[in-house]
């Protein structure tokens, strides 16, 4: 394979991912909510009682964002913040029942959104394409935290 082609994978990587966040974007627009509220409702029907801050780091997100993000959950009465027993400068986050069905509601759309994006690819290039992304993933990862090291010294 050329350099060029591996240049092109990057490319089509990097505009793939743009192309698909805009679409579940406008899907979620639809749906009266966000793709970051999706995220965070998401996550949370997966590990409830997390705090703010492993939330925040779960998601890559700065923490001051994620508070307005929680905030409007809060507000639209999906999630509540309890007051952690242990620490009590930490809430721990919890979805509601109104978040829980919520989040159930968007599984239909999120099936939906696979279904249409996914129709006509193999089940085999799906299995290949999810081990190889899986793969550089990591691989990017990898050359994050060495890159980082080597600022930090």
Known sequence: MSLDDRRQLIA???????????????????CGTTRAQWVV????RAQEGLSQVDLADVLEL??????????????????ERRHDPRDRRANRLYLTEAGRK???????????????????????????SLATLRALKERIKTLSETKADMVAK
Do not use: C, M, W
């Open 12 to 30: 089509q990587l990097v505009e793939s991912s743009r192309i698909l966040r805009n679409y579940i974007d406008h899907r979620a627009k639809q």
């Open 41 to 44: 409702l998401y996550r949370l």
């Open 62 to 79: 700065q923490p001051i964002s994620l508070v307005r993000l929680l905030d409007r959950l809060v507000e639209q009465g999906l999630l």
């Open 102 to 128: 919520v989040v159930d509601e968007f599984d239909e759309v999120r099936d939906t959104i696979v279904a249409d994006v996914l129709q006509d690819t193999p089940d085999a290039a799906v299995a290949t």
